[in-house]
């Protein structure tokens, strides 16, 4: 069993920063990918920012230059760096991961979601 738990989240005003967290804990071999998504009301979910197991990184075009995103591959965290906030930004900011984990004796990779942190940017 994998758990993802995310931390950070609350009430900021525009302009201002927040830092998300996403622990994973469980039978965990590897984490291949880890990314964070959000999803704002009325809307669908949509990817924020994505990192491999190497670093590479990728961004949604809204945010890039304002977050960064990064890991601690010793702790199995992914961490979500926000400036800048606009008020657009306010959502619910779920964790993924890609896991792989020892099932029946053979390495197999699943995905993951965390329980979601809301961010709220208003003045």
């Known amino acids: 069993q994998v758990q993802l738990v995310e931390s950070g989240g609350g009430l900021v005003q525009p302009g201002g920063s927040l830092r998300l967290s996403c622990a994973a804990s469980?039978?965990?071999?590897?984490?291949?990918?880890m990314g964070w998504y959000r999803q704002a009301p009325g809307k669908e979910r949509e990817l924020v920012a994505a990192i491999t197991s190497d670093g590479g990184t990728k961004y949604a075009d809204s945010v890039k230059g304002r977050f960064t995103i990064s890991r601690d591959n010793a702790k199995n965290t992914v961490y979500l760096q926000m400036n800048s906030l606009k008020p657009e930004d306010t959502a619910v900011y779920y964790c993924?991961?890609?896991?792989?984990?020892?099932?029946?004796?053979?390495?197999?990779?699943?995905?993951?979601w965390g329980q979601g942190t809301q961010v709220t940017v208003s003045s």
């Open positions: 469980g039978n965990i071999v590897s984490i291949n990918a």
């Open positions: 993924d991961a890609e896991v792989v984990v020892i099932t029946t004796g053979r390495p197999l990779t699943y995905n993951y």
